[in-house]
């Protein structure tokens, strides 16, 4: 199994916390997921196209930092719960626009 991760935090493939990291996880997403829909749908109540553009401006300015993280031991957990967070989010907040 080759890994290419540099700095000081390397995954370790037998220490994983698969428990605690996807309870972190799935809190992350749903906590995540309906601060996303209610500000997206805030935003739509005022102009769809700016609740798409904020969305799409802060998923773009947050992906390099959460790249360089993924493989932070506690941080990786939350970064998988952000990034459902933002992909349920998103397809709450399109399904209550169009509905």
Excluded at 20 to 42: D, E, K, M, R
Excluded at 53 to 60: F, Y
């Amino acid at each position: 199994m080759s890994q290419e991760c540099e700095g000081p935090y390397r995954a370790q493939a037998d220490s994983v916390p698969w428990v605690a990291g996807g309870t972190v996880a799935v809190l992350v997403a749903l906590l995540g997921a309906v601060a996303v829909y209610a500000f997206g749908c805030a935003l739509a109540a005022v102009n769809p196209l700016l609740a798409i553009g904020v969305n799409v401006v802060a998923a773009v300015g947050v992906a390099p930092t959460a790249w360089r993280w993924r493989y932070t031991p506690v941080v990786r957990w939350v970064l998988a719960g952000a990034v459902a967070a933002v992909v349920l989010g998103w397809i709450a907040a399109i399904v209550y626009v169009l509905g």
